[in-house]
């Protein structure tokens, strides 16, 4: 069955690095999300991604984060100036389509040190 | 706002059991609701969605608008069922908003 992958499982940086996450959703899929839980609190949405261009996002994603598909298969996220507040587990999903359901990644687990 | 609150935290229950997860939504329309499951060191999974009215390893769960709750049920727990649980609504955009999560142990 496909599955979207996640790349690296855990990074550990610096606080004011800069952190690429690494997403391949599932190849037939067009809409892309990434969702971040804090430890012990709830999963919350970041951004969603279709045609090239962000469709939503939620006011955590400030400009601190960006989103690209730099060829046809990664689906990146950005911090550029990592806070210690940025550790925390991000999951990557995709979706068919808007009613279809969003198939989740494996998660990376970011630890700003 | 989508707001979706589940109550209890951990829920320990022997096999052979009934267990019931309770989930409760806030949403202003007509929202879609799911049941997502991650079984230990696994990635999140969908387990249920309401329009599909299915049963899936024996868990049901049932959209009462009335009472704005989509709670899960599973008549006999099982060992397997073991694992991490959680409740999210879908509203008139695509973001998924999730509650906190039930982590659920079944005791042999």
């Known amino acids: 069955e496909p599955e979207v992958t996640q790349t690296p499982s855990h990074q550990v940086t610096q606080m004011g690095q800069e952190v690429i996450l690494r997403c391949v959703p599932i190849?037939?899929?067009?809409?892309f999300y990434w969702y971040r839980q804090i430890l012990g609190q709830k999963v919350e949405f970041l951004v969603s991604?279709?045609?090239?261009?962000?469709?939503?996002k939620s006011e955590i994603f400030d400009d601190q984060f960006s989103v690209e598909r730099p060829d046809g298969s990664n689906f990146t996220l950005k911090i550029r100036s990592t806070k210690l507040e940025d550790s925390a587990m991000y999951f990557c999903?995709?979706?068919?389509?808007?009613?279809?359901?969003?198939?989740f990644g494996a998660g990376t687990r970011l630890s700003v040190l | 706002a989508q707001r979706v609150t589940q109550p209890e935290k951990l829920l320990s229950v022997f096999k052979g059991a009934p267990v019931e997860l309770k989930c409760n939504y806030s949403?202003?329309?007509?929202?879609?609701l799911f049941w997502y499951v991650q079984y230990s060191r696994q990635r999140l999974q969908l387990l249920l969605r309401h329009i599909s009215r299915e049963s899936i390893k024996g868990f049901t769960a049932d959209l009462n608008k009335g009472e704005t709750s989509f709670h899960l049920k599973k008549p006999f727990a099982q060992e397997e069922d073991s694992a991490m649980y959680y409740c999210?609504?879908?509203?008139?955009?695509?973001?998924?908003?999730f509650g906190k999560g039930n982590q659920v142990v079944v005791i042999p």
């Open positions: 999903a995709s979706s068919e389509d808007l009613e279809n359901i969003q198939y």
């Open positions: 999210a609504l879908r509203g008139g955009n695509n973001r998924l908003a």
């Open positions: 190849s037939n899929h067009l809409y």
């Open positions: 991604f279709y045609n090239n261009e962000i469709s939503e």
């Open positions: 949403y202003s329309g007509s929202p879609e």
